[in-house]
């Protein structure tokens, strides 16, 4: 089956901590994105990439950093100068910048 | 930039048609999407216009008028299921072409 993949569903860290979260796609799209949700809010865009080894920020990029390595895996590092981390994380993927986006499951986190 | 205005929540019964609007204004336009999404699942994907016009695809069609900067989704025949967050969405005409999100729509479908 193809499809987008994230992993854990739930994360807990303690404040200070680094996290690390996983996307993966099995779909061979070229594009990927990381989205942020809170509650009442749109989601908002914090790093895309269209090809391996090169990405772009968002619109709240500050406190978080992405690797694309390789095509079908894109983590998201949430780090301890984002002020306010605990939210809803959506990976999502698209054939090419101008078709529809495919979203994963998504990771909530919580920072404690 | 972009700003995408959303009712924030609409009720109907089953069975029922409802209307979900979306305005925007934009620097760049290049289509409008809407998606669905559940309560703590992700968003998937229900419609795409980049002309005038209205778009049908079974119980759910979405009409775009670039003129007006004005879209809306149509359900038909809602069912219990249909509750849930709307999410208009617009693709800018940079060459990244990212979406901006309005907050969503949700809506509540009763017996």
């Known amino acids: 089956d193809g499809g987008i993949t994230q992993s854990p569903k739930y994360l807990f860290r303690k404040e200070g901590q680094n996290v690390t979260l996983s996307c993966e796609q099995n779909l061979n799209h070229d594009a990927m994105y990381w989205y942020r949700q809170d509650p009442g809010q749109g989601l908002r865009l914090i790093y895309y990439s269209q090809i391996v080894n090169d990405f772009q920020k968002g619109d709240i990029a500050e406190g978080y950093s992405v690797s694309r390595e390789k095509k079908e895996s894109f983590p998201l590092t949430v780090t301890s100068a984002q002020k306010n981390p605990t939210a809803f994380y959506l990976c999502a993927s698209s054939r090419g910048t101008y078709n529809e986006q495919f979203f994963g499951p998504g990771t909530r986190l919580t920072v404690l | ?111």
């Open chain 2, 1 to 111: 930039g972009q700003n995408i205005d959303q009712p924030t929540e609409m009720t109907a019964t089953e069975g029922a048609i409802v209307q979900i609007n979306c305005t925007y204004q934009t620097s760049g336009f290049n289509g409008l999407f809407w998606y669905q999404q559940h309560a703590g699942e992700a968003p998937t994907f229900l419609s795409y216009n980049v002309l005038d016009g209205l778009e049908e695809k079974g119980r759910f069609s979405s009409f775009l008028s670039r003129s007006k900067g004005y879209s809306y989704l149509l359900l038909k025949e809602l069912q219990m299921k249909d509750s849930a967050s709307y999410l208009c969405a617009v693709r800018d005409d940079s060459g990244y072409s990212t979406l901006t999100f309005g907050k969503g729509t949700m809506l509540l479908v009763s017996p």
